[in-house]
């Protein structure tokens, strides 16, 4: 069950009216039983009781580290608490590639030995839920919070439905105490929550999914593309991917919204960074705090005797394992390798780049944002070649090739332009595509005007015409053929 | 919450109001279950041969090429048990009827239709309340969304003519050439679908084949058991103990019943390339090539049957 399938329409009210039934004391047994219902949903069984145990484990090995006194012994079992999590991510998401990467190194010193290749296992929000495992630990570590000692409400704040298959990852400063809090019906929140939710629905099914229709074709088959064609894929991808995990987003914080949790904002205007910096405080806000809090600064620390060397050293350490966590594949490494390489280029050329704007007089000026917004999107979507590409070859194929439109002079189909335009523009004989396109994005543009509190605090009557309009954009235009979100497979 | 729910409804009740006008506008699109429902109520009385089941049916069997007043009444996807249903539906008015064509194809006793969207053609046009889910009783909720604008969008705004069927029952859908007639990928493609993944389904299509004899025993009716002609490349990807399964059933019900026969035409080479629109279904020449030999079948039967008759009307019955 995903938040965009027939199943969550019936699932969510019902967890909603249950919540509102119950008296406040078990209203954390009814979102914490949803949870696990809605995990179990996904029919593999070892999920669930995985989920559990990191929640006990976690749950016990946070009261040890809290009643531990500072010093050596609070350190190992922290130490021994995030490895042992880690090795329950790395057993289930990253044990057969690193057998395949190791038969392929001991292939080359001796032929014929192997080590078996165990069965691949599906692994379903385990980066989210122990990286939150791993948080909270750190947090009760550093003294940031306590520990919990409630154990259903440390269940639900590891388990909570709305945020389980693809985050934001939650610090349990923020969410454990909204836990806790007795719960009063507001309506706003209910009003909010709806909105959110189907304003996510919108960006998801209607616009995430439509634009898939440029990319996939091409992204699943990359040799047959020179040229144009590969720009705009890579291009359309760029939206598709944030139209997905944000519309993904917003339907999580609407539906958290509904029982008055308000989940961390995960985008912020992304390609409108200016730089890569800002751009990782823009894009998953809740994963890039979670990498900076957890393994860039303590890296910094640790290098600071090396000045500039030891930040981007952090940097590119701190990206490489960012690349690693979205999957287990190399083209993931080199994406988080390429942005940690540019964020650390940055550390070197930043102050002259202060210098020389001030000295040019243009460091005030609105065009060289425009610029720095500019370059840093298509160096953003450049990434994106390793991010979506299937493999290392055919990244390469589509770096190599992006502006070679002369491949053949004869015919223009050779470039596969013709070809693309004929099977992705005019996509099922709807030659009303560019319409609804220019419409949605002129809707997108309005609503994105209101989007942070105002259309709420409309006349009644345009908030109503806005609703009905909502609602049958999505009714009308909304893909029904790729039901699952982008960030899932992470 | 009081406030919450008022919204709530006041929100769904325009909604509400648009799928019903949906709905209905969706319901009045020409489709062929609509139109051979309607050539049941007009024509029924008439028919002396009727023919049910599935696409290969629906693509074999034109009733131009019978010599008697024929019905094509299959369609696509339909299984046994609507077959029964239908036959059951009709059967006071099919007062002349003779002979009932029915054939048995490889995926006649392992499909069954009950809890697939096709389900709702037969519950909303020719009114068999088999199936009391509720998106089977609906045209909106039965298909995904998209399927509904598309039928508007082609019907209302592109005027594309929705029924592929002639007066008669057979499918013009398979009159044209086919693009994609590429017959090794095709009959390997089309045996691996109608291949069934298990067996549960086979006691109770055989339990509908059952009434169906029996209904046609006491109403008089031959009834013809066929395996229509399905091309080599398509014959090779069957799977055996599935095939034997349909032989070996459809055999023992010619066997056991004095008005059942059985035909097996799936070998037969007199059936060429030209005459398949893809592996397992017909062109037109095809049709008028399988309808014919059913003719000649029906024909010996009846000179079988009228000298049967006559031997018991001279010397008595045995």
Redesign the interface.
Known sequence: MTFNSFSYFFFLPVVFLLF?AVADRYRWLVLLMASYAFYGFLLQPSLPVILAFVTTFSFLAGKRIYCAPAGNKKKQLLLFSVLVNLAILVYCKYLVFLVENMNLLLGAFSEGFAIPEPEPMVSIALSFFIFQAISYLADIYFGITGAEGHPGHFALHMSFFPKLLQGPIERAGALLPQIREPYR?N?DD?RHGLLLFFWGLFLKSVVADRIAFFVDPVYNNVRAYTGIPLIIATYAYAFQLYFDFAGYTNMALGSARLFGIKLTQNFNSPYLANSFADFWRRWHISFSRWILDYIFQPLQMKWRNFGNNGTALALVVTFLLSGFWHGADWTFVIWGLLHGTFLAVATYYKPYKKKLHRKLGIDKSRWITIFQVAVTFHLVCFTYIFFRASTIGDAWHIVTNLFNIYSNYTTFKTIGLSEFIAANILI?NRKMVFIILICMLSIIGIVYRYRHTTLLDKPGWFR?VC??GL?FLI??F???TKPNFIYFQF | MKKLFIKIILFSLPILALSIVVEHILRKIPNDFQSKAEQYEKHAGDFKVLCLGESHAYSGIDPRYLDRRGFNGSHFSQTLNYDLEILKKYASDLKNLEYLLLPVSYGSFTSRLENQWEVKNYTLYYNIRGNHNIRYNTELLSLPLESSKEKLISYYMDHIEMTKTDSLGYSTYYNKENPDKNLVELGKKMAVAQTGKNFDNVSKNVKSLEEIIKLCGRKNITLILFTTPGHKEYRKHLDSRQLNTMLTLSKSFARKNRNVHYLNLLEDSSFIAADFYDADHFSSAGAKKLTAKLNRFINEIDVSDKRKTARMSVFGSP
């Open positions: 509102q019906f309506y209910v099922g109503w609703y009905y609602f009714v009308i909304q893909i029904t």
